[in-house]
């Protein structure tokens, strides 16, 4: 059972280039969420997805957009990466609303 | 939306001491409270949980009551050990969001 499966695991940008962070999971669940992780800072939510069709900002949206593809797929991108997107990136889900987060393993992502 | 503030951390103890790191949180409705801890190099993993007021959640010697009255959801526990060494965050429910975390180092 692979769970939620980030990727990828590292990748380094230069300012203004964009890209895409993937992330999967296999349990059927409704709810999705991208946070960033940064040292004194902890989780800040960036987007999440309550279900399949639906996104909300979270509490550091600027800079980024979402896709929820379908209910197994929850995609990050950043337009233009800046410098100050430097930071460990995790996906999440759960079964709904309220209930634990199962987390991917983490995507580290410097911009140069 | 749901916020969390965390005491704030290093925190460091001898083994066997006891751990207290505090949590309150600001929300709407009665959500969920979480602890979850990140050990070295790896992701977050749920520590323990209570879903409603006065429950109490526990695992692995670790306690929290949800404190309706006080917004408070404290970890506790009565001994740790080298092994805990981590860093601890609160969070609450619906939109899950995070208290800042609190390193926790353990001294044999």
């Known amino acids: 059972n692979a769970g939620v499966t980030q990727t990828p695991k590292f990748q380094v940008l230069k300012t203004g280039q964009s890209m895409t962070l993937q992330c999967a999971q296999d349990m059927n669940h409704n709810s999705m969420y991208w946070y960033r992780q940064d040292p004194g800072m902890g989780l800040r939510l960036i987007y999440y997805?309550?279900?399949?069709?639906?996104?909300d900002k979270g509490e550091v949206p600027n800079g980024y957009n979402v896709s929820r593809l379908n209910k197994r797929e929850f995609s990050l991108r950043l337009e233009s990466a800046a410098p100050s997107q430097t930071s460990v990136y995790f996906c999440?889900?759960?079964?709904?609303?309220?209930?634990?987060?199962?987390f991917g393993s983490g995507t580290q992502l410097s911009v140069l | 939306g749901n916020s969390v503030t965390q005491m704030e951390g290093p925190v460091t103890l001898s083994e066997e001491a006891f751990l207290t790191i505090n949590c309150t949180y600001t929300a709407t409705g009665y959500p969920s409270l979480f602890w979850y801890v990140q050990y070295p190099g790896e992701g977050l993993q749920l520590l323990l949980k209570a879903t409603k007021a006065d429950d109490k959640g526990s695992n692995k010697g670790f306690e929290a009551t949800y404190r309706k009255e006080t917004t408070s959801f404290h970890l506790e526990k009565g001994s740790v050990q080298v092994s805990d060494s981590a860093v601890y965050f609160c969070?609450?429910?619906?939109?899950?969001?995070f208290g800042a975390g609190t390193r926790l180092t353990v001294k044999p």
């Open positions: 969070a609450v429910g619906y939109d899950m969001r």
């Open positions: 999440a889900s759960s079964g709904r609303d309220n209930e634990k987060l199962f």
């Open positions: 997805s309550a279900s399949e069709g639906t996104t």
